[in-house]
Nanobody, 116 residues
């Protein structure tokens, strides 16, 4: 069983930044692909950004140029730096762990609200 704990969400004004963190309770964190998803109320969950074990990244179109995903394998952590936030970025953001060894797991989510 892999436990993922997200943090860093909150209420910010348009144009401000947030940094989300996700810590995984697993020894093979460095072998996993880590993904941030988000879910707007009433809509399906969508990929925001991902980072492979080798450090390759992938971003949704809405995230390109504003969001940056990174990882610190020594801390079993993945981060999502979100800049120039917009009201439409308001969502619950989830951390997703995927490894061929242990399978896939979701975090509990952290709420991000962008409002003036």
């Amino acid at each position: 069983q892999v436990r993922l704990v997200e943090s860093g969400g909150g209420l910010v004004q348009p144009g401000e930044s947030l940094r989300l963190s996700c810590v995984a309770s697993v020894s093979i964190f460095s072998l996993a692909t880590m993904t941030w998803y988000r879910q707007v109320e009433g809509k399906e969950r969508e990929l925001a950004a991902s980072i492979t074990s080798g450090g390759s990244t992938n971003y949704a179109d809405f995230a390109k140029g504003r969001f940056t995903v990174s990882r610190d394998n020594a801390k079993n952590s993945v981060y999502l730096q979100m800049n120039s936030l917009k009201p439409e970025d308001t969502a619950v953001y989830y951390c997703y762990f995927s490894s061929p060894i242990t399978g896939s797991y979701w975090g509990q989510g952290t709420q991000v609200t962008v409002s003036s």
